[in-house]
């Protein structure tokens, strides 16, 4: 962190801390370079390994060792390894500063620094900076407003690179109060956590090997745990994994297993959307209804009760998408260029809504459930407020929408469609992205690649309705989700891959091949812990099933019949249950088979081996990883 991104961050921030003195854990980060002046008493012993063929280094270990026996409550046997290993935590000189700033005696925290090993100068004067700014807020706090102006003219303005930050200190001084102050400086003063956040934000200049960050040992083994749970390829329950032996879920306990057909549409369905406390399932269809189906809760190894709650008609045409409200008291449909609303208890239209001039091709609620938008083929983006009126229309957006989300931190809006419009064709779903009508609203014919529309992907800031980031591709784009970190983004990209994008950098970040959509739209989705699956439908009426984070494809699921699989959707409260539905006018419910099935039972035996020979593999996969049939990257044919 540099001292221009320092002088723009908060005096303080909010944190169940208070100033005083403590064993040494303060919160912080790493930092880079070592300084001999600030080494730790033992360092004689550095870059000894802690047993023959480590590459652990002891010095560290013991360390670590020490800070967590002090953190733990044993602070005899912290002393006892400390006078036995000939290592100290660390230096005098540092227990010294640490204890100045505890005890804001700041002449003394400032002569403590050039021991330390600040060798940056920049960092030196942007650690003076936040000493200095301490010492100011404290002598304002206590009234001592002429010893305050000295520290303002002498000490920070030197230091300052910001003159706008600069002016905000100075302006403090008008303050009538303490409390005042305090309100306005968004600091909780000098009997508060000020003094501990101010080491803390410190110690982010100083070399970790000179002052250790706090509660080390536990944040490594954190650190180990989220690596095995990324690692782990059928991880699906969020459960705490034990220190004492190395994680592995077994395929016994992932929904393979078709438990449930819902059969009531009596045309393809063309998508599935869980409520959000997952007790109730929409389906969308192009026999022009959407029917709310209640998922009971398991009441046994694969038994649940599964039926038709609620059937919503009078839509003129097929239904092609679905959203529900955050408190799963609304379902949108849309149909056409109409957007309807319905009353998920009562089964009531509500409100119906046309101000789109093509068909609508998404519909999403906002995560603050402040509203919902719509996207069509229009190029219309419109934001509603959750009685249907409209709050905000954008700009026509350079792209047909064919799909849109947006990210659950309600930073970015994520669009994909095409540049020009499609060749006319009839039929219901006709302008929909992949051409004329046929199953899902889609063609048999393929434009060819001289005639094929550009697709783009479009991210916007929510906000500012701003541009961020612009992706040009060639291939249809056939759906997008976001991730719930909001990091990252599925895409569908006919005709065989799912692309994984970090939205954060702009770049794909990983190709998924095997399944098949040349003809069809095809809706896939994020599932298990963490969002560590990714899923998709096909056209050769399957469900793959990839591992996100390797990219290993772990599934190839048959059971629906003839047609496309068009679309799928993971539970968001159950961890090992997902629904598909298909042009064979079916939905499945898919969950871990039971105990006493023989084959899976046999399975069970043999799953540990498999998935640590799959992890094996998947760690020699080189630059984008794929599923079947593809190359990795910098790979020959």
């Given at each position: 962190m540099k001292l221009s991104e320092l002088e723009h961050a908060p005096a303080s921030a909010t944190a169940s801390l208070h100033n005083g003195h403590g064993d040494g854990a303060v919160v912080a980060t790493n930092g880079h370079a070592s300084s001999s002046r600030g080494a730790p008493a033992g360092s004689h012993l550095h870059n000894t390994p802690l047993f023959d063929s480590s590459t652990i280094d002891r010095h560290e270990f013991v360390r670590l060792m020490i800070q967590a026996l002090r953190d733990t409550g044993y602070p005899e046997s912290a002393a006892s390894l400390e006078a036995e290993s000939g290592y100290a935590l660390e230096a005098p000189h540092v227990a010294?500063?640490?204890?100045?700033?505890?005890?804001?005696?700041?002449?003394?925290?400032?002569?403590?620094?050039?021991?330390?090993?600040?060798a940056?100068?920049?960092?030196?004067?942007?650690?003076?900076?936040?000493?200095?700014?301490?010492?100011?807020?404290?002598?304002?706090?206590?009234?001592?407003?002429?010893?305050a102006l000295l520290v303002l003219r002498g000490e920070l303005a030197p230091y300052s690179i910001d003159q706008e930050k600069l002016h905000s200190l100075s302006s403090l001084m008008m303050c009538a109060s303490a409390h005042d102050l305090r309100e306005r400086a968004k600091w909780d003063g000098a009997a508060g956590t000020s003094r501990?956040?101010?080491?803390?934000?410190?110690?982010?200049y100083i070399p970790a090997s000179v002052m250790l960050p706090p509660r080390r040992l536990p944040a490594l083994l954190e650190q180990a745990r989220a690596h095995q749970r990324r690692q782990c390829l059928y991880h699906t329950r969020n459960v705490t994994i034990s220190l004492l032996e190395d994680h592995v879920c077994s395929r016994a306990d992932f929904p393979v297993l078709t438990t449930h057909i819902l059969a009531e549409h009596e045309d393809e369905v063309w998508h599935v959307q869980w409520s959000h406390d997952g007790r109730s399932l929409a389906s969308a269809s192009k026999d022009r209804n959407a029917i709310i189906w209640s998922i009971g809760p398991e009441t046994g190894p694969a038994e649940r009760e599964c039926n038709v709650d609620k059937v919503l008609r009078d839509h003129d045409s097929p239904v092609t998408a679905l959203a529900w409200s955050l408190d799963d008291s609304i379902l949108l449909t849309s149909s056409e260029m109409v957007i309807k609303m319905w009353n998920a208890k009562t089964g009531v239209c509500i409100r119906e809504l046309k101000k789109h001039d093509e068909p609508v091709s998404s519909l999403v609620y906002l995560p603050d459930g402040a509203g919902f938008v719509s996207g069509g083929m229009d190029r219309k983006i419109?934001?509603?407020?959750?009685?249907?009126?409209?709050?905000?229309?954008?700009?026509?957006?350079?792209?047909?929408?064919?799909?849109?989300?947006?990210?659950?931190?309600?930073?970015?809006?994520?669009?994909?469609?095409?540049?020009?419009?499609?060749?006319?064709?009839?039929?219901?779903?006709?302008?929909?992205?992949?051409?004329?009508a046929g199953s899902n609203g889609v063609g048999n014919t393929q434009p060819t690649p001289a005639t094929s529309p550009k697709r783009k992907i479009v991210v916007y800031d929510l906000k500012t309705r701003q541009e961020l980031n612009v992706i040009e591709v060639i291939g249809e784009l056939t759906?997008?989700?976001?991730?719930?970190?909001?990091?990252?983004?599925i895409i569908n990209h006919a005709p065989d891959e799912v692309h994984l994008w970090?939205?954060?950098?702009?770049?794909?970040?990983?190709?998924?091949?095997?399944?098949?959509?040349?003809q069809h739209i095809i809706r896939s989705c994020f599932g298990g812990d963490e969002d560590s699956f990714v899923l998709s439908g096909s056209e050769d009426g399957n469900v793959y099933v990839w591992h996100r984070d390797t990219g290993v494809l772990l599934e190839v699921l048959?059971?629906?019949?003839?047609?496309?699989?068009?679309?799928?959707?993971?539970?968001?409260?159950?961890?090992?249950?997902?629904?598909?539905?298909?042009?064979?006018?079916?939905?499945?419910?898919?969950?871990?088979?039971?105990?006493?099935?023989?084959d899976?039972?046999?399975?069970?035996?043999?799953?540990?081996?498999?998935?640590?020979?799959?992890?094996?593999?998947?760690?020699?996969?080189?630059?984008?990883?794929?599923?079947?049939?593809?190359?990795?990257?910098?790979?020959?044919?």
């Open positions: 010294a500063f640490r204890r100045a700033v505890l005890d804001g005696a700041w002449d003394d925290a400032v002569g403590t620094l050039e021991h330390i090993g600040l940056d100068a920049e960092d030196l004067r942007a650690t003076r900076f936040l000493l200095s700014q301490q010492k100011y807020l404290e002598l304002l706090e206590q009234q001592e407003v002429a010893p501990r956040r101010l080491l803390q934000h410190v110690q982010t419109i934001i509603w407020d959750n009685d249907g009126s409209i709050r905000d229309a954008w700009p026509l957006a350079p792209i047909r929408v064919c799909d849109l989300t947006v990210s659950p931190d309600g930073n970015r809006l994520v669009a994909v469609g095409l540049l020009r419009s499609s060749e006319s064709a009839t039929g219901s779903n006709s302008s929909l992205p992949l051409g004329a759906s997008v989700r976001v991730s719930r970190d909001s990091r990252y983004a970090d939205l954060q950098s702009g770049r794909l970040a990983r190709k998924f091949t095997g399944q098949r959509q040349g048959a059971g629906h019949g003839e047609g496309s699989v068009n679309s799928v959707g993971w539970n968001p409260r159950e961890p090992a249950l997902f629904a598909s539905c298909s042009d064979d006018h079916t939905i499945r419910i898919w969950e871990a088979p039971p105990p006493g099935i023989p899976f039972d046999r399975e069970r035996e043999r799953e540990r081996e498999r998935i640590r020979a799959l992890v094996a593999a998947s760690e020699d996969i080189d630059g984008l990883t794929i599923g079947t049939g593809g190359k990795g990257k910098g790979r020959s044919a």
